[in-house]
């Protein structure tokens, strides 16, 4: 990671965090009215092949003790209501502000992978790791929909296991390793950008 994009990734967060902290607190009080504790969902990532650390989203489906890999329609029916909102206009990610403060994350780069997935491919999670894993990216923009679609009809985990692994991993990283072979701060911004109208959009 450069100097100038850590720079940007620091100062947009303390800004965000700063004007969005009434909305982080309020869908917290929501969360935590309608859906109980926890508030936060932690789930273990890799910041790099051998790195871990803990990402924090509000949390979006009833807690599972079994719970582990991708996500597809075997689990869609433990989504709560109000998480299907959050999911939909990703405020369920705010949170993730701490992690780019931290330094566990960028604003944009490949999504952290599960660490399974990444033990699984080394050779391909060696390459797209070579970049800070992201809240955004090009996979995250121009994949995420159709990997919803492909997992959306998914009747247990090891169908989902079996979607994930052979038709969105490849393709997410063909995405993240063109983002790595082309990043700059001006790429950067034009994504975060993009990534804040799509809820509008989509409406």
């Not at 405020?91 to 330094?103: K, T, V, Y």
């Not at 566990?104 to 699984?120: A, I, K, N, T, Y």
Request: hydrophobic share 40%.
């Amino acid at each position: 990671m450069t100097v100038s994009k850590r720079l940007l990734d620091v100062l947009l967060a303390l800004i965000l965090g700063i004007i969005l902290l009434v909305p982080i607190g309020v869908v917290g009080i929501l969360c935590l009215i309608l859906q109980g504790r926890p508030v936060l969902f932690l789930s273990e990532r890799m910041h790099s092949p051998d790195r871990a650390f803990r990402l924090v989203k509000f949390r979006t489906m009833r807690s599972s003790a079994t719970d582990s890999g991708a996500s597809g329609g075997n689990k869609s029916d433990r989504i709560t209501r109000l998480g299907h909102i959050l999911r939909r206009t990703r405020l369920d990610e705010l949170p993730q502000l701490w992690n780019i403060l931290r330094g566990d994350m960028s604003f944009v780069g490949p999504r952290p992978p599960l660490r399974d997935f990444v033990e699984r491919y080394p050779e391909i999670y060696n390459q797209v790791l070579m970049n800070r894993p992201g809240v955004t990216g090009l996979a995250s923009l121009y994949y995420h929909a159709h990997e919803e679609k492909l997992l959306r009809h998914s009747q247990s985990a090891a169908e989902t296991d079996a979607i994930y692994t052979r038709r969105c991993v490849p393709r997410k990283a063909h995405l993240d390793l063109i983002y790595q072979k082309h990043q700059s701060i001006c790429f950067d911004v034009a994504l975060i950008a993009k990534t804040a109208m799509q809820p509008f959009r989509r409406r």
